[in-house]
C-alpha cells in the first residue's frame, strides 16, 4: 500500500503547518536507521511518528522506542504498530512539552527523527540542553540547515558554536525532495550528531561560554571589539584586554572564530570578572 493511499485510509490530509511531509522512500528510510548504529540494548526517541514507518524500523532495531507525535489523526495508524511491536509506547505530545531527559534518565539513547522544519532549531537546543543528553542523534532537516551545523571558521553562526559545543555533527546523505510525500519545496539531508561525553574546549562554565558566544554574534558583520564591549557591557580597554589575553585580533567578526578561541574569550573573561578590572 503506497503511503499515499494509507493517508486517505485513515482520512488525512497533511498538514504543512505542522511539517507534515512524509518519507515514503525504503531506502531512504534504511538509510536513517543504518546510521543511527542502534544496538539491540538501546532505547530510541523518535519525533513526530506520523503514520509510523520510521517507528517500526526503529523497534526492529533496539530494545524500546518512545515516538513522540502531536497529531492525534495519526492515533489509529499508531496504535496497529504499536499493537505489532509491544517495545514502541507513543506519547501524544508537542515535543518541545516533554522533558526528554525524565523520559530516558538513567538510560542511554539515541533520536532519529524526521524532523518538522517549521520547529528544527528549537528541537536541537530542547534535546541539546537538557540535563541527559542523547548519545547520537540522526536528524533529516533542511539541507541548508544541515550545513551550517557543520560548518567551519569563516562560516560559523551560533547556530553552528552550539551544536558543536555539544557534539560532533555529519552530514550522512541528502536526499532529493522527491522522496517525501507531500514534496517539500526544500532538499533535505540526514545529518548525525554524536555527543560528547565532556565539552571538547575548556570553558570555565557553559553559561559563561554562552554569554561570550551570544555577545560576539549578537551585532551582525560588526568587528569582535565592538559586539564584545556592548554584548557583554564592557568598555574599550577591557574589550580590548580581553580579546588581547585570548589572542583574538579585535578587527575579526564572530563568523571566523572557532571553539577554541571563544573558549579561550569565556576562560579570560572569568578572568578579568574575577580580578574586578
Ligand atoms: N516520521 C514520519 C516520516 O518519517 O514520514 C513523519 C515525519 S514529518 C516530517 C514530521 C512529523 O512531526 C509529523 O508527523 C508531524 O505531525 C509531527 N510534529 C509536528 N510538530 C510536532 C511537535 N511540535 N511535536 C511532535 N511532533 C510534531
Known amino acids: 500500500m503506497t503511503l499515499k493511499s494509507r493517508l486517505e485510509e485513515y482520512q488525512i490530509v497533511p498538514k504543512k503547518s505542522l511539517g507534515q ?27 513526530g511518528a506520523g503514520l509510523g514507518q520510521l517507528t517500526e524500523r526503529l523497534a526492529a532495531a533496539s530494545r524500546r522506542v518512545a515516538a513522540i507525535e502531536i497529531d492525534t489523526r495519526f492515533k489509529p495508524a499508531l496504535d496497529r504498530v504499536a499493537a505489532a511491536c509491544p517495545n514502541v509506547h507513543i506519547i501524544y505530545q508537542d515535543v518541545l512539552a516533554v522533558d526528554v531527559a525524565a523520559l530516558f534518565y538513567p538510560e542511554s539513547y539515541v533520536v532519529v527523527a524526521n524532523v518538522p522544519y517549521y520547529i528544527t532549531t528549537a528541537i536541537l537546543r530542547h534535546l541539546l540542553e537538557t540535563r541527559h543528553r542523547p548519545r547520537r542523534l540522526v536528524l533529516t532537516i533542511q539541507v541548508e540547515v544541515a550545513e551550517r551545523l557543520v560548518a567551519q571558521p569563516d562560516d560559523m553562526s551560533i547556530l553552528a558554536v552550539s551544536v558543536q559545543f555539544y557534539g560532533r555533527p555529519q552530514i550522512i546523505t541528502r ?68 580579546l588581547e589575553a585570548a589572542g583574538v585580533d579585535p578587527r575579526r567578526r564572530a563568523e571566523t572564530l572557532s571553539l577554541d578561541e571563544w573558549a579561550a574569550l569565556a576562560r579570560n573573561l572569568a578572568a578579568l570578572t574575577a580580578g574586578g578590572n
Open 175 to 242: 536526499l532529493n525532495r522527491a522522496v517525501f510525500w507531500p514534496r517539500p519545496d526544500v532538499d533535505s539531508a540526514v545529518v548525525r550528531i554524536d555527543t560528547y561525553e565532556t565539552p571538547p574546549v575548556d570553558v570555565p562554565d557553559e553559561a559563561a561560554f554562552f554569554r561570550v558566544v551570544k555577545a560576539g554574534f549578537g551585532q551582525k558583520r560588526k568587528q569582535l571589539k565592538n559586539a564584545l564591549g556592548s554584548g557583554l557591557g564592557l568598555n574599550a580597554g577591557q574589550t580590548a584586554a580581553l
Open 21 to 47: 511531509n512524509f518519507l515514503h522512500d525504503p531506502n531512504a528510510l534504511e538509510k536513517i536507521v543504518t546510521a543511527a548504529e542502534l544496538m539491540p540494548e538501546d532505547a530510541a526517541l523518535e519525533i
